[in-house]
């Protein structure tokens, strides 16, 4: 990348919940699209920048990655979001960045190399690396952790499927997640419950949900209290990385790899 060059990134984010902070640091987000998924554009010094609310799941991300790939090539696809501990270390509000993911149904892991320059500015900015274990619905993270063996690792719906999806179609990617639910932590209430087809937490669902049970009124505004927690440090995370120069940031880029393999090899 020459000096005056423009590096393209897309972000897909699942909630409004995990982007909406990073209206602070650029006021200058603009609407470009409402529907079938709500995206947004940011033209910050020698950047294009596509933000993309996706849904949760994996299946919703993937839908918004390959369809934005039709119309818009990225030089580094990013996912921001929300994961749930499963390592004591992990507290609420603490922002990883994955690593290697496995997705629980196969034996599939995907392994990411990071260029140096690109490894230290995460350990000095405070964001450690962690193994993304993904599920299309939520689990017992109680019982998962046994599965990462000790290592920082944490629960989420879609980074495996999108570094799937990235490696085939060799773009750069990096996820960064912030933990909105520590390892003792339990959501309180179905997703399913609150959320339709396309992976979308709906106000109807969620007052349903209540009014079914009203015990779930306190789990929901404890999750509400922690994803708020998480959103700050992660969009505030996003941000700093976003405002690294177009040159450097589009170097790391270029050099971040994406390794299969089969788990336990």
């Excluded at 950047?47 to 993309?52: A, E, P, Q």
Aim: proline share 7%.
């Amino acid at each position: 990348m020459n000096a005056n060059e423009t590096i393209r990134i897309l972000i897909l984010t699942a909630l409004p919940q995990e982007y909406l902070p990073l209206k602070r640091f650029f006021p200058s987000w603009r609407v470009v699209q409402r529907r079938p998924m709500r995206k947004f554009a940011l033209d910050p010094p020698d950047k294009k920048v596509i933000l993309i609310e996706c849904g949760m799941g994996p299946k919703s991300a993937k839908q918004a990655l390959e369809g934005e790939l039709a119309v818009f090539a990225p030089d580094l696809v990013m996912f921001c979001g929300f994961a749930g501990g499963l390592h004591p270390d992990l507290a609420v509000g603490v922002v990883c960045f994955v690593a290697s993911t496995r997705e629980l149904c196969c034996e599939t892991v995907f392994d990411f190399r990071f260029p140096d320059a690109l490894a230290e500015y995460l350990v000095q900015n405070h964001i450690g690396p962690v193994l993304a274990l993904s599920a299309p619905t939520p689990r017992n993270k109680q019982a998962l952790s046994a599965l990462a063996s000790g290592r920082p690792a944490v629960l989420d719906m879609e980074t495996s499927t999108l570094a799937e999806a990235a490696s085939h179609h060799e773009i750069p990617f990096i996820c960064f997640r912030a933990v909105s639910d520590e390892i003792g932590h339990e959501l309180g209430f179905n997703l399913s419950d609150i959320a339709d087809g396309s992976g979308r937490v709906r106000l109807a669902g969620v007052l349903a949900a209540v009014i079914r049970k009203p015990a779930t009124l306190k789990a929901f505004y404890l999750s509400w209290r922690r994803s708020r927690r998480a959103a700050g440090n992660l969009c505030r995370s996003v941000a700093a990385f976003l405002g690294i120069p177009a040159p450097v940031l589009g170097k790391m880029a270029r050099e971040i790899r994406i390794e299969r393999r089969i788990s336990g090899h």
